[in-house]
């Protein structure tokens, strides 16, 4: 069996500021990989990152950063200077060997940034 | 690449109608296809697994009968919510696995039942 869990439901911050979006996993396979998606009021999901459970390199991408910690199964999002734009519902996913092609996903975490 | 396009975006119909909901995948062959339900505020939940000339795979507690799902080509899967009560209003999305970024998703489809 896998799970995400995302303890965070909501997060509220004023703009500029930086935020970090939590996301812990469990999987019994050594194999898996782990998502991030982000879904604005419109509904659709956007992808953000794939990250396979052998590259633990953390990753950044413009304002956007990835730590990806498996001795704490967690793969932690942070935004830097958020911008209000990136007010939306952020999701972490989990796939594993085991799962077959099915996705797991975390609950959410509503991110509000305030102007 | 790999877009998946779902339609429609939105939908109301009536207590006891049936609505089809279609994903194409434009620019890729999808073998698979995944369908989501996401009520208000909580998580996207699997509904069903289809395959492409096969039966759909069904997650537990989803009622087959009741959402039928087609995948009769490479390029089209089709949810189809049968009898539909105002309990089955919510946002229905599906997703196709795309090797090089994992998975891409449909815009997904509002469904209102009245």
């Known amino acids: 069996a896998q799970k995400v869990t995302q303890a965070q439901t909501e997060i509220s911050v004023v703009e500029k500021e930086d935020v970090t979006l939590d996301c812990v996993y469990e999987?019994?396979?050594?194999?898996?990989?782990l998502f991030w998606y982000k879904q604005p009021p419109s509904g659709e999901l956007v992808f953000l990152i794939r990250r396979n459970s052998f590259d633990e390199q953390n990753e950044i991408s413009g304002r956007y950063s990835w730590n990806f910690q498996k001795s704490t199964s967690s793969f932690n999002f942070t935004i830097t200077a958020s911008q209000v734009v990136d007010s939306a519902v952020y999701f972490c996913a989990l796939i594993s060997r085991g799962s077959g092609d099915k996705l797991t996903f975390g609950t959410g975490t509503r991110l509000a940034v305030r102007p | 690449g790999a877009v998946v396009s779902q339609h429609p975006s939105w939908v109301i119909c009536k207590s006891g109608t049936s609505v089809k909901i279609e994903c194409r995948s434009l620019d890729f062959q999808a073998t698979t296809m995944f369908w989501y339900r996401q009520f208000p505020k909580q998580s996207l939940m699997l509904m069903a697994t289809s395959n492409e000339g096969s039966k759909a795979t069904y997650e537990q507690g989803v009622e087959k009968d009741k959402f039928l799902i087609n995948h009769a080509s490479l390029t089209l899967s089709t949810l189809t919510v049968t009898s539909a009560h105002p309990e089955d209003s919510s946002f229905y999305i599906c997703?196709?696995?795309?090797?090089?970024?994992?998975?891409?998703f449909g815009s997904g489809t509002r469904l209102t039942v009245v």
């Open positions: 997703s196709a696995r795309v090797t090089s970024k994992g998975y891409t």
């Open positions: 999987t019994r396979d050594t194999t898996y990989y």
